[in-house]
């Protein structure tokens, strides 16, 4: 898909025309919302990630793209529901085994994060159910599993630093029979400083536990992100890197590359 090489001139070329339109307060309060996952803000964030020495002799590579649209609802005066997707688009070389190539849409994971609109305590809360969808277009790119679970956040903001955990755990429910079943531990602490130019450091590790399997995934990602407008378009240009701190056999190990760009949609 060479979407690596798109994203980097898409990015490049809207840097080099990007504007500063908008004034101090809002595009503060914007890089803000955007640290906060649960945020009352359409955005539409797309975020790359390739990663090799995968398969039973390393040979392998996988690069993914996330297209990830965050709606909000006001549900009542007190409450919003915040609707979080992620649909995979995946191209793999090499895996399960040398000579063996897949691309294509992988399995989507939604979750339904309920939160009060003023922070609790100072704590931004939310909770809700979390969904797996066997939409893979190649059955080596997903599970063939329906699952299921909670999923939970928390995090504070004070000044220019936000920090927290998002987590869920899905079981599958139904599917094919024959693939193996899914229990998944998913945790996501993380922490970022925004900076007075808008621009926000990031690192965070996205670890997944697999029940089934006694295996720990967790990749540590540090990426720097910078607020830019043309136009009437706000957006977000995220650049970093992520080490395989843990693997299961025959994944990913030593260093990876990310790469995103985020809509955003403010009212």
């Known amino acids: 898909m060479k979407v690596q090489i798109m994203l980097a001139v898409a990015a490049c070329a809207m840097i080099a025309q990007a504007q500063q339109a908008q004034p101090t307060d809002a595009a503060a309060e914007l890089a803000k919302k955007l640290a906060n996952p649960v945020a009352a803000l359409i955005s539409v964030p797309l975020q790359y990630n390739e990663d090799g020495n995968l398969g039973p002799n390393d040979d392998g590579s996988k690069s993914v793209l996330n297209v990830q649209p965050v709606t909000p609802f006001s549900l009542t005066q007190d409450w919003n529901l915040i609707v979080r997707t992620i649909v995979p688009l995946i191209d793999q070389h090499d895996l399960p085994e ?87 531990s998913f945790v996501q602490p993380f922490l970022s400083y925004i900076t007075k130019t808008k621009t926000t450091l990031g690192v965070n590790t996205e670890s997944t536990y697999d029940w089934e399997n006694s295996a720990w995934a967790v990749p540590v990602n540090v990426t720097v992100a910078q607020l830019l407008k043309i136009g009437p378009q706000i957006f977000q240009v995220t650049l970093g890197a992520r080490y395989w701190a843990e693997s299961p056999e025959s994944g990913p190990e030593g260093w990876g590359a990310r790469a995103g760009l985020t809509f955003l949609f403010p009212k």
């Open 98 to 184: 040398k000579g063996q190539d897949q691309s294509g849409m992988g399995d989507v994971v939604q979750s339904f994060f309920f939160s009060p609109k003023v922070p609790v305590g100072g704590w931004i809360l939310a909770a809700g159910p979390v969904g797996l969808y066997p939409t893979a277009s190649d059955d080596m790119l997903g599970g063939e599993k329906w699952g299921a679970g909670p999923t939970v956040l928390a995090l504070q903001q004070g000044g220019p630093w936000t920090y927290g955990v998002l987590g869920n755990h899905i079981w599958s429910v139904a599917g094919q029979d024959e693939r193996a079943d899914i229990s998944l």
